[in-house]
């Protein structure tokens, strides 16, 4: 389930939020009644122009921004018996890499994202046969509930083995999902598939976009992608 691509979408929330308010008038926008029906509006639209569907495409060189970040999340499962299940981009994702690796018998894959705005992050996932699924996550929050069926630990970065013995910690018992390489890149778009569904039907709220708006004012990093966007209109 690939419940960090709910950061993706927001990164495209936020820039439009901040093309047509900007941060000198953040304090309106999120205090005035008026403000959160725009707020409300942007997000919401902003949901709907996702794609219904991704397709990841298979690459022999993901041929990473920092290779050495990825590495060292990636490297470490493989020594611990993790199976490379491929490297991929993401079709209607612009720049977005992932690799995948699983390891069937625990009932773990792991993602390992890069987006050029946002960096790179690991993500740990146990699925169950009911439909949901338990993840840890080196992503920090976005503030965006993730759907019902998804259930999120934010961890910090640590060596990838600690984190997967994070997940095995916290992961409820029962009937785990057990997923072979060959269903690996299957089973992603389809959670991207429903979780997308999940979300243009439920929208998002004022109150999420402005937390994103607010950790958004607080990143330098981003302060540089909000004054680069806006001397390009």
């Not at 990164?11 to 939020?17: A, S």
């Amino acid at each position: 389930m690939p419940s960090n691509f709910n950061t993706i979408l927001l990164l495209v929330v936020l820039l439009i939020v901040w093309k047509f308010f900007g941060k000198r008038i953040l304090a309106f926008v999120l205090t005035r009644s008026v403000a959160r029906g725009a707020l409300l509006k942007i997000g919401n639209d902003a949901v709907q122009k996702q794609p219904d569907w991704i397709t990841l495409e298979r690459v022999s060189d993901a041929a990473w921004t920092n290779p050495a970040t990825a590495n060292d999340l990636i490297q470490p499962l493989l020594s611990h018996g993790f199976t490379d299940a491929g490297s991929y981009t993401v079709d209607k994702m612009p720049g977005v890499k992932l690799a995948i690796l699983i390891k069937p018998d625990e009932h773990i894959t792991a993602h390992v994202y890069e987006h050029p705005k946002a960096g790179t992050w690991i993500e740990l996932v146990t699925r169950y046969q009911d439909g949901t699924c338990q993840t840890v996550s080196t992503l920090p929050s976005t503030g965006i509930q993730p759907p019902p069926w998804v259930k999120t630990v934010r961890a910090a970065k640590a060596p990838a083995m600690d984190l997967v013995r994070q997940l095995t910690f916290v992961r409820r018992s029962g009937d785990m999902k057990k997923i072979e390489a060959g269903e690996a890149v299957r089973e992603f778009e389809e959670g991207y598939a429903k979780s997308i569904v999940w979300q243009k039907n439920n929208g998002l709220t004022p109150e999420e976009v402005a937390s994103v708006v607010r950790d958004w004012a607080a990143n330098k990093e981003m302060q540089s992608e909000i004054q680069s966007y806006n001397s390009g209109a």
